[in-house]
């Protein structure tokens, strides 16, 4: 996939604002924050793009799985996707506030619904602001829409698909958060290319030459497989390697805390 087909630059989204089936989402997680700090939500309240929805991961997660993040089973997820606005027509563009894995997530999600129509604006809230764009404040919701799901199957795996990958020489594994806590513990057998290597401070992918050079040892694979601690993170790596050309790539969904939490194999160092 070519890179325009995956990011979207701050100064071509100035001229979409007013198009009809242009979709805007804040899809903003605040990973770290303390007890007092504002939400992602509140963050949003206080300052979004103009016309720009929330976009809620936890409406997104199985909340029958024992695991955060969990995809949501097709059919609810194609309830979901069309609850929050987008239609099978849409122009869809997902931002964050300086965490661009959480977008890239987003963007994962709908591309494995069948959304065809979806980017990433790079560089986030900061680059539009850079651009010379509007920010607005108070809450924007969509009409829901109708969205039927046509399942891009493999571009999520689960951890049997993980153990067969593991003892297959022609697929890669790869944790992608950074070096130390691949240390602290990793999946047996996997390697490791920290996202923040793909990336110009948390919140825009670097350029293709720069992309294709750090992900030059992974492409040998015939597949690969990308994971961190909830599937975040690793659809940074998936969808850098989309755009450096190597499309047979997959995200570990349940990723290391699954991993950990049904007892599999990981060792440290």
């Given at each position: 996939m070519k890179r325009d087909t995956i990011l979207i630059e701050a100064d071509e989204l100035l001229t979409k604002l007013e198009q009809p089936n242009v979709r805007i989402y804040d899809a903003t997680i605040l990973f770290f924050a303390g007890e007092s700090d504002l939400s992602a939500y509140e963050q949003y309240l206080q300052a979004h793009i103009p016309g720009a929805a929330f976009f809620d991961h936890q409406d997104f997660s199985d909340s029958g799985s024992a695991y955060m993040y969990t995809i949501l089973p097709e059919a609810d997820l194609a309830a979901q996707i069309g609850q929050v606005g987008i239609g099978e027509d849409a122009e869809v563009i997902f931002y964050t506030s300086g965490v661009l894995p959480c977008a890239t997530r987003a963007w994962w999600l709908l591309r494995y619904a069948g959304h065809n129509n979806v980017r990433v604006l790079n560089g986030g809230l900061a680059a539009w602001q850079e651009a010379g764009g509007e920010i607005e404040q108070g809450a924007r919701q969509y009409s829901p829409a109708n969205f039927t799901a046509r399942l891009r199957a493999d571009m999520f795996v689960n951890k049997e698909e993980v153990?067969?990958?593991l003892a297959d020489d022609r697929v890669g594994t790869v944790y992608t958060l950074p070096p130390d806590m691949?240390?602290?513990?990793?999946?047996?057998?996997?390697?490791s290319l920290s996202c923040m290597e793909l990336m110009q401070g948390m919140d825009c992918l670097l350029s293709d030459d720069v992309l294709a050079a750090r992900?030059?040892?992974e492409a040998r694979y015939e597949r690969i497989i990308t994971y961190c601690g909830g599937g975040i993170a690793a659809t940074v790596n998936a969808m850098a390697h989309l755009i450096a050309g190597n499309e047979n790539v997959a995200v570990y969904d349940g990723s290391l805390t699954e991993w950990v939490g049904e007892g599999l194999p990981t060792t440290k160092g």
């Open positions: 153990q067969a990958a691949y240390k602290a513990g990793q999946i047996v057998g996997s390697t992900l030059a040892e």
